[in-house]
Structures are given as structure tokens and as C-alpha cells.
């Protein structure tokens, strides 16, 4: 993700940590071998001093994932408004410093929803609070293209492979994976991309965004916030999700495998022109 153009970007931390670590395990027939886990350590959200939420995460990229989190929460508007990202792994947490104090910050945290992300997510406010704004950019998708992109996702997860224990997303444009983050919970790998595409200044535009996980409601909202108009899953779908799909015109498509898959909403955008062969 290069953008050319000059733009802000707030104070970093590099903090990233390796995903797996080695361990010893015990096989069926009482054999030491050594296998990789993944990774997962709680980090501490301060915003301002004043502590937001703890995210469990294999800490990968937790500055990204921090400012994805803030602005998938609505709990700061602009990248500029932020003045630095300071991780500490010592102490397991993270220090956000804003340039203008957030306003109406404590009334804002009051309303908290534990969502059904793995792990468990947080949702802090109105979730519906903002959808009715969103106006997404759709365009036609190719059933080709779609085959080629659940394909060349296969070169991807590799925390999964080598350790499991962990969801995978996507960002795409047509066949091409312009990045994938991994961790412990979707929702934290969504809020991982949200920050990278809202530092390096990424639109959302003709973009189609790809979880190992379910589509649910805080999925879906999460999406839409980033400008994304397609969302892919291999997995389920849940009824809200599916309702706010709908509501926000969000093309929704799960269960995609090979060449299969489940168009849930936004059936009108999808060219069929590559229909597998049915069998006789």
C-alpha cells in the first residue's frame, strides 16, 4: 500500500512480534515432537491515559490493529488527530496520545456490546450509530475473478498452517492480494487493515475484503465504515449480519471453496461468466 502523495502519519512504535513460538507436544503414540502455537498476549489500550479496552492478539502488527480499532469505534475521526502509537510489551500495553482530546470520551465508553467475535469483540456505542451515511461505490464482479482470487488466496495463511488457532483477512482488488493480516480473532485482523489503509490514506473503493470467518453483524459494519462494497468469507453468514448486509448494500457472499460459493446479497452485481460444469 504507497501512496506518493505527502501525508500525515503520527509518532509509531515497531512493534511487532513473531506469531508462532516452538513448543513440545506428545503425538498419538506418546512421541515428543516440536510443533508451533500461535501466539497470544493481551494489549492494553490507553487513550489519552484513560484505558479503553484489552485486545488479545498474537501482536503482529498492534500499531496498525490499534488504529484500526479507534477508528472502527468511531473514537477518533482523522489520522490527524492522533499524535503518536507507543507499544510497550513490558507492561502489555499500548499508549495513544491525541493532538485534540477526544471529546465526550466517558459518555461514548458508556455503552459497551461484547460482540460474537472469537475471542470476543467490543463494540463501544450505537453500533448502528453512522450506517445510514455510508455510500458505497459498487461495480460489477466476475465469477472469473472470484475463482482466481479464492485460488491465489491459497498461497496465504501461513500462521494457520504451520500453528492454526487463527483467522485470516484480506484485502483485495480484483484477483490481487494487496495484504493479509492474521491473529487470534477476526475482528482484530479487520481492525489491522482499517489501520494500514488509514495510514498510508487506502480507499475502500472497488476493494472486496476476505475473512477465513464468519460474516457477522460487527463484520459487516466494520467493512462497510472502510468504504468496502464486497465482503468474502469461506465460512457462514448470521441473520444480522445478513440484515445489515442488506441495509448498508454491502454484497455479501460465504461458504466460498474452490468453485463454490453462496451469493447472500448483491446477487445483481455478480457476472456469471464462468459456471462450473454441473454434474451429470
Excluded at 506428545?26 to 510443533?35: I, L, Q, S, V
Excluded at 488479545?56 to 498492534?62: A, E, S, V
Excluded at 460489477?140 to 485460488?151: A, G, I, K
Aim: proline fraction near 3%.
Amino acid at each position: 500500500m504507497v501512496n506518493t502523495k505527502p501525508f500525515y502519519r503520527p509518532e509509531l512504535t515497531q512493534s511487532g512480534l513473531a506469531p508462532t513460538c516452538s513448543v513440545i507436544a506428545h503425538d498419538e503414540y506418546g512421541n515428543e515432537r516440536e510443533t508451533q502455537i500461535a501466539g497470544e498476549l493481551p494489549l492494553t489500550i490507553y487513550l489519552d491515559r484513560r484505558e479503553i479496552v484489552t485486545l488479545m492478539t498474537l501482536g503482529g502488527h498492534p500499531e496498525a490493529l490499534v488504529l484500526g480499532f479507534l477508528k472502527n469505534q468511531r473514537l477518533v475521526k482523522n489520522i490527524e488527530d492522533i499524535k503518536a502509537v507507543q507499544v510497550d510489551w513490558e507492561t502489555s500495553a499500548v499508549a495513544v496520545t491525541t493532538n485534540n482530546p477526544v471529546a465526550d470520551l466517558e459518555k461514548r465508553l458508556e455503552k459497551r456490546t461484547v460482540t460474537t467475535g472469537c475471542g470476543q469483540g467490543t463494540v463501544f456505542g450505537d453500533i448502528m450509530a453512522g450506517l445510514d451515511a455510508i455510500k458505497l461505490k459498487h461495480t460489477p464482479l466476475r465469477q472469473s475473478t472470484l475463482y482466481n482470487l479464492l485460488y491465489n488466496l491459497r498461497e496465504y495463511n501461513d500462521v494457520y498452517k504451520s500453528a492454526g488457532a487463527v483467522h485470516g483477512c484480506a484485502l483485495c482488488e480484483d484477483d490481487s492480494i494487496l495484504t493479509f493480516v492474521e491473529d487470534v480473532g477476526r475482528h482484530n485482523a479487520v481492525d489491522a487493515i482499517a489501520g494500514m489503509m488509514w495510514l498510508d490514506q487506502v480507499s475502500g473503493d472497488n476493494k472486496i475484503f476476505y475473512t477465513t470467518g464468519r460474516l457477522t453483524s460487527e463484520m459487516v459494519i466494520k467493512v462497510s465504515q472502510m468504504g468496502i462494497s464486497v465482503l468474502l468469507s469461506r465460512s457462514g453468514i448470521t441473520q444480522m449480519g445478513l440484515e445489515l448486509a442488506q441495509k448498508t448494500g454491502v454484497t455479501m457472499i460465504a461458504r466460498a471453496k474452490g468453485r463454490h460459493f453462496l451469493v447472500f446479497n448483491g446477487q445483481e452485481l455478480i457476472v456469471y461468466d464462468a459456471p462450473p460444469q454441473k454434474r451429470s
